[in-house]
């Protein structure tokens, strides 16, 4: 790539042509399994023109021919590159495209690894954005990718404060085109709160089907009796078990903590059911009722949002501080964008959010000196 904008610009809205939302560009992914196949055929659904390749001999060909790929080759032309590699190569793969002339200099890179502090670390890059869909299947492969994937799913970014502005918004805005739910986080939250979502839950589901498998050597009838809670709570353990090294290698630090609290909670509640404890047993578990049925709460409809218009200063850094506090305060952005003052010195970040969360944004934008302005989206100004 070519050198960075000058430190502590604000590029214009146009870095990347093919990185509007509801546009179409040219996509290179790197690793065309589940994930990168699903990233594929997403794409491809809504007009994007992909290229791929994979390392596995032949995997890449059949991916163009499950429709994941337009083409099987390296497209050095693509405005978006996905590295859908294990998480132990990412690195040097994004490296790779950086150190090189050959690609497009405007190209935004970004990457599908479920751990984010190493890698985002190795990359000072202001095109360059560490990303994860919270998104997968008990199937394996490019075989099991749909492009249906990353509808209400999560979707991590860890900008910094190295991070292009315009880059990304534009990235964002494509990744909720595909209809996640983008969320914005400090590469080491990111790998913390991962450990307690993902990371400990896949290990446990895994440690859980082990035993069950161990069992039912000894008793036929035991994975016969096992019914919908059981399949449902191990169900991720039927995951690609190669990833797993080195995610844990990787996230080591956070996945041990979180296996602390989390034994200590086990021992908890083998305390409460030996000490026939119902009243600690009702609380624990009506509280965790009341937890799991809140992760379905609805989007809000399109006439309870709110545009959050926030002056900004001319300096790096201002696009993760925003996203990451807004994410801080479970507030979603629904859309992102940069507009540019004609005075040159500053820009106005755009963003849209649920109306119910748009007065605890601006209280905190305010305490941080920012000031913001909110108007009903479709309110004429």
């Known amino acids: 790539m070519t050198t960075s904008p000058t430190e502590g610009s604000l590029p214009e809205r146009t870095v990347v042509d093919g990185l509007r939302s509801g546009s179409t560009g040219r996509a290179m992914i790197f690793g065309t399994g589940l994930i990168g196949g699903s990233v594929g055929m997403a794409l491809r659904q809504r007009g994007w023109h992909v290229s791929g390749v994979d390392t596995a001999e032949g995997v890449a060909a059949h991916a163009v021919r499950l429709g994941a790929l337009s083409a099987e080759g390296v497209d050095t032309r693509a405005d978006l590159v996905v590295v859908a590699t294990p998480v132990h190569v990412a690195g040097e793969v994004v490296a790779d495209i950086l150190s090189s002339g050959e690609w497009n200099p405007r190209a935004v890179i970004t990457d599908v690894g479920s751990v984010k502090g190493p890698l985002v670390a190795s990359v000072d890059h202001p095109y360059f954005i560490g990303g994860h869909p919270m998104a997968g299947s008990e199937q394996v492969g490019v075989d099991g990718a749909s492009g249906e994937l990353f509808v209400g799913a999560t979707w991590v970014l860890t900008p910094t404060a190295a991070t292009d502005p315009a ?5 964002r805005n494509v990744l909720a085109d595909l209809g996640a739910d983008v969320v914005a986080l400090a590469p080491a939250q990111h790998d913390s709160l991962v450990a307690v979502v993902s ?8 440690t859980l089907m082990a035993l069950a498998a161990d069992l039912g050597e000894e008793h036929a009838a035991l994975l016969q009796l096992a019914a919908g809670g059981f399949r449902d709570m191990t169900r991720i353990a039927a995951g690609q078990p190669s990833i797993w090294p080195d995610i844990c290698d990787d996230n080591a630090h956070a996945i041990v903590e979180t296996f602390d609290l989390l034994i200590e909670a086990l021992v908890a509640m083998r305390r409460r059911v030996a000490d026939h404890d119902h009243d600690s047993l009702l609380e624990i578990l009506g509280r965790a009722a009341t937890a799991r049925r809140a992760l379905a709460d609805d989007l809000p409809r399109p006439e ?44 106005v970040l755009v963003l849209v959010v649920d109306g119910s969360a748009a007065p605890s944004l601006l209280d905190a934008l305010t305490e941080r000196g920012y000031r913001s302005s909110s108007t009903p989206v479709g309110h004429t100004r």
């Open 199 to 206: 990371h400990v839950p896949h290990l446990t589901a895994a």
């Open 304 to 347: 309870g949002l709110v545009e959050v218009r926030v002056p900004v200063p001319d300096r790096i850094g201002v696009i993760a501080e925003i996203t990451t506090l807004a994410t801080e305060l479970a507030v979603s952005l629904f859309d992102i964008e940069i507009a540019h003052s004609v005075e040159g010195d500053r820009g």
């Open 167 to 171: 880059a990304y918004a534009q990235l």
